[in-house]
Each structure stands twice: as C-alpha cells, then as structure tokens.
C-alpha cells in the first residue's frame, strides 16, 4: 500500500467553512480532529464551531457597527441550549416561533425583552406565556391574530407589543418549500391591506404598535430581493406613519443564503452595507432596525459525522449506507437539498473512487443524504456532511425509533458535550402501556 499523504502541516481549507479544514491528513473542527471525537463519542454525530458562530454574527455586527440595531438569532434554525447560550452571551435577541422556544431561550439565559415571537398559528396559552415573560415584540401575521393577542393581553393587564408582518411579494428565488413573501402563501399580511390592518391594530386596547416586519424567505443567495423589499417595506412605513402611528422599529427577517454547493451568498456586512444605503438614502436612516437570522449564523459552523455501513453496488448505481438518515439529516428529503459530504481523512489510496448514492438505514426511498457522489471509500470510513448546522438537528425526529445523535461544540481545543445521545428509554419515557 503506497501512501501519498500531505505534510502534517499542510492546512487545506473548505471555502465557506471556515474553522473546518484539513490539517494534513485529518479533517479538523477548529483545533480538533473529527476521527479522534467519532472515536470517543460515536456516529452519527454532530460538532459546532464556536469560533464559526461567533464570526457569522460579527460579519453582521460589523455590519451595523454604528446603528440601533438588534439582531435576533431566529433560534428554530438549531435550538440546542448549548448554542443559544453562545448567541444569548454575545448580546443576541431571539426569534421565536413556538411556547416551547421561549422556554429554551430563557433556560439558555436570553433577555426576554429581546425576544421576538414570529408564527402564523399562536396560541392563546404561547401568548399568555410570552407576555407574561415580558417580550419585546409579537410579530403578528393576521387580523384574527390581532383581536386574540389584545384580549389575551387585557386578560392579564397589559399591552402587547405588536409588529404586522407583512407580505412585500418579492420573490427571493429560492426553493418554493422556503420561500414565504409571495402573495400566494400563508405569511404576513397583503401589501394592499397593511395600512388597513394598522389603524385597525392602532384601535385595540391590548397592544402597542411597535414596528413593522417582513421576512421574504430562506437561502437567498442574491441582495436583490432584499433591496426590493426594503423598497416595498418601506413605502408602507410612509404610509403608516403619515396617518400617526408611529413605528418604533423596522424588522426586515432573516433568510440570508450560505454555501452549501457552490452557492455564492453576499457576505452579511456587504449585504447590510447596500441595505443601509438604500435606507439613508430614503431618510430612515435613524430607525431602530431588527434582523433575525437563523441559517447564516450556524448553518456552516456545523458538520454531522457518520460512518459508513456498507458498500451496496447496484446495476445502475452503487449505494454508501451511512449510519445517519433523514432523522438526522432531513433537508435531502424535504427540499431535495443539498449537503456536501467529505470523508475524514483526505486520502484513501488504498480505495478506488466510485460514484455513490449515500443513503441512510430508514425504511423510505426517501431517505437519502447525498446522490451521484464521487467518494473513495469502503466499510468503516467515516464520513462528514457538511452545513449540518442549520434545520438539522432542530428537524431531526425519532422516525425508526433511532435516538437522537450526539452534538458537541468545539472552542478552540475544548470539546464541550452539549447534547448525549438519546437512547431507546429516552424516546419510550412518555409513553404508558395500557392495562390489559
Ligand atoms: C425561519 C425564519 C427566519 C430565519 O430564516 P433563515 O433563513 O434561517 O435566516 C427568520 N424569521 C422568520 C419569521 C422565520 O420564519
């Protein structure tokens, strides 16, 4: 067997992750090798980057260097108590979609006056609870919505903070599944019904106008939609406040792209810088702005290592049985996406490359992670799938009664366990046999 392997010291970066790469041979999260964490803790699992959280949120930090600005982690993306921790530390809001999220941010440490609740389905008790937890902002997104969130807060007292969410009908060009600012989808509010709807909101005796908000979709991978939308947005924020309500803060969503196959996203503080300029330029300069990015601030800072079961060849295509699946990793089933996948150790000269579908164990067709993948490997590799950050772990189910995977976040050369894998009694703890 003749070995050909790089230089210990040779670093051999992936574009667009940063803090993952090879050093030499071994490929590396931050200061750790994943083979010597697949070793200690088993696969399927998954490892964060500190270091490449925290450098998403400075690209849009430094992007409003100088603004009134609060960026909430839109938490659904991974909402892991280990990673909330590290967005609550560094000063981060949060949005939140569900009762359950509120209650993790708040376990995690979060300001609940920085929280804001996005959703088109909230309940009397989430509000209840959210009110009661003193958040900064509803984000509501009907006018049904309107009426229930006043009573509930007259019930208890107070006002609720309101923003409308609102629909700009821009089309961010992006999968169907994960864009939500056309017209035709169940988000926000019409364009045309918006100054409507505010006088309406401006009327109940439970809320608070505070601001205005629109999210248009996820992945976006070009600032066009955007600026349109600012644009759309904008023109209502006149409108609104010239018939006297004022609006304390424009919220515009979250949705910025990552890299997941050669995908080429504008950098947060490029993005934001373009963004800044279109709203200096039409005199909104001063307002109090609000983001809530999920997918940019972790997507990339997350990898799930698996290992290779077996090496199926087909007549048409030869299969990688992986010991994760589309519990773990849902994003190739329900979007068709894409996650690139890497083997742990750069070379396997003693391997000959072949083209894989790489599958998981589920007992669905639909269980895929990868398809026609050029990978040298055979029974015991491990493998790593890349921009695991993002919607995986957060998505992630129990569906054949697999147990949920461990996730560890690395800082620096410490591995922190932030999650254990979760076993069969874990998933049976709720249930009852009945009494026959
Ligand atoms: C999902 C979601 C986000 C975050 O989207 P990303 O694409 O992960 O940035 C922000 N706001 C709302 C209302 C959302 O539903």
Not at 40 to 53: D, I, Q, R, W
Not at 325 to 334: F, G, I
Not at 341 to 351: C, G, N, Q, R, S
Not at 380 to 394: E, H, I, K
Request: proline share 4%.
């Amino acid at each position: 067997m003749s070995q050909h392997l790089p230089t210990a010291s040779a670093v051999q970066a992936l574009p667009g992750h940063p803090f993952i790469a090879y050093q030499g041979n071994e490929l590396q999260v931050e200061d750790v090798r994943l083979s010597q964490l697949a070793a200690e803790h088993g696969t399927p699992l998954f490892v964060y980057s500190k270091a490449a959280m925290l450098a998403a949120l400075a690209a849009y930090q430094r992007g409003f260097a100088g603004r009134h600005a609060q960026i909430c982690y839109a938490m659904k993306a991974n909402s892991s108590l280990g990673v909330l921790q590290i967005f609550a530390d560094a000063g981060c809001g949060f949005d939140i979609v569900s009762g359950g999220e509120l209650e993790r941010v708040l376990a995690a440490g979060g300001d609940a006056a920085k929280i804001i609740f996005s959703g088109v389905g909230k309940t009397r008790s989430e509000m209840r609870q959210a009110l009661q937890a003193g958040i900064g902002c509803f984000n509501v997104e009907s006018e049904a919505e309107l009426d229930v969130l006043s009573q509930v807060a007259e019930s208890l007292g107070l006002k609720a903070p309101v923003s409308i969410r609102v629909n700009p009908n821009v089309d961010p060009k992006t999968h169907p599944y994960i864009s939500t600012g056309l017209k035709d989808n169940k988000f926000g509010v019409a364009h045309e019904d918006t100054l409507r709807i505010y006088q309406y909101a401006a009327e109940l005796k439970g809320l608070q106008v505070v601001g205005i908000d629109c999210h248009i979709g996820s992945q976006i991978t070009d600032a066009t939609p955007y600026l349109d939308a600012m644009d759309r947005v904008l023109d209502l924020v006149v409108s609104i406040e010239a018939s006297g309500i004022a609006l304390a803060h424009i919220d515009f969503g979250g949705g910025l792209g990552i890299n997941y196959n050669n995908d080429t996203p504008p950098a947060a503080d490029a993005l934001w810088a373009q963004l800044l300029r279109k709203l200096d330029e039409r005199g909104f300069g001063q307002k109090k702005l609000m983001i809530e990015p999920g997918r940019s601030l972790v997507g990339n800072a997350g990898v799930c290592v698996t290992e290779v079961l077996y090496v199926k060849p087909g007549e048409h295509k030869n299969f990688c049985i992986i010991d994760a699946a589309m519990n773990d990793l849902p994003r190739p089933a329900m979007y068709q996406a894409f996650h690139a996948i890497v083997p742990l150790l750069a070379k396997h000269v003693d391997t000959p490359e072949a083209r894989y579908d790489v599958v998981g164990p589920i007992c669905e067709s639909g269980d895929w992670i990868g398809r026609d993948r050029m990978l040298a490997i055979k029974a015991g590799d491990q493998l790593a799938v890349l921009s695991a950050g993002a919607y995986c772990m957060s998505m992630s189910s129990n569906y054949n009664t697999r147990g949920r995977a461990v996730e560890l976040l690395v800082d620096g050369s410490k591995v922190h366990v932030i999650r254990v894998r979760e076993s069969a009694a874990d998933q049976m703890r709720l249930e009852k046999l009945v009494a026959l």
